[in-house]
């Protein structure tokens, strides 16, 4: 799991609620990364964020909101707007945005709603 | 947005066995990443191709790739029960996003 922590690694919602999930990275890199994963899929990416200040919609970044204020963190969000949110999230970061570099991915927080 | 489908979606062998998985995708590409998943955990990178690069090994490794088929392909060889997981390839998809797979799940019996 590198040096990306994410907490907490279960996380319970009442419907109606938001829940704030932590990331946060030792590495320096400047990208990070949200990813949604459902039981038997791939990852989906939700937001992105190339520098600090600056961050961008993913595939489904509807129901989810972002910030960041740090280069070592990258918080999501997940509002009650978000009409399915229980999956596992998963946050990545690497050393600069762009496809020729590795992602290094923190061990996920699992998301039930109740 | 999926951009790699691997194939088969699931792969049962035995220990000390090959295990070969592979991977499609659409459109052309810059590069195809290979990632682990262990159940319940972040991915691992294991592997980086090129497309100008045709073949690639790191340890029991060994990755192809066929753009002119858009294919890769994973070859673990001698597998050991700790290689059980899911394996995803990754291409990059629309600009500085990687777009992932389904997966394979790999189950290596002892």
């Known amino acids: 799991d590198g040096g990306i922590t994410q907490s907490p690694k279960y996380l319970f919602r009442k419907e109606g609620q938001n829940v704030t999930l932590s990331c946060e990275q030792n590495?320096?890199?400047?990208?990070m990364y949200w990813y949604r994963q459902d039981p038997g899929q791939g990852l989906r990416l939700i937001y992105y964020?190339?520098?600090?200040?600056?961050?961008q919609k993913g595939d489904i970044a509807e129901g989810y909101s972002v910030s960041r204020e740090k280069k070592e963190s990258f918080p999501l969000t997940v509002t009650s707007a978000q009409k399915n949110p229980t999956a596992f999230y998963l946050c990545?970061?690497?050393?600069?945005?762009?496809?020729?570099?590795?992602?290094?991915f923190g061990p996920g927080t699992r998301l039930t709603v109740l | 947005s999926q951009q790699g489908e691997e194939d088969p979606q699931a792969l049962s062998i035995q220990e000390g066995e090959n295990a070969t998985m592979n991977c499609s995708y659409k459109?052309?590409?810059?590069?195809l990443q290979w990632y682990r998943q262990n159940s319940g955990r972040g991915l691992v990178h294991l592997i980086l191709i090129r497309s100008n690069e045709r073949e690639k090994h790191s340890g029991r490794l060994r990755v192809t790739l066929d753009t002119s088929k858009k294919s890769s392909s994973l070859l673990i060889t001698a597998s050991r029960a700790a290689d059980t997981a899911s394996y995803f390839c990754a291409t990059d998809g629309s600009a500085r996003q990687l777009t992932f797979g389904s997966g394979t799940q790999l189950t290596v019996l002892p």
């Open positions: 964020s190339q520098i600090v200040n600056d961050f």
């Open positions: 590495l320096n890199h400047d990208a």
């Open positions: 990545a970061s690497s050393l600069v945005a762009g496809v020729y570099n590795e992602q290094f």
């Open positions: 459109t052309s590409i810059n590069n």
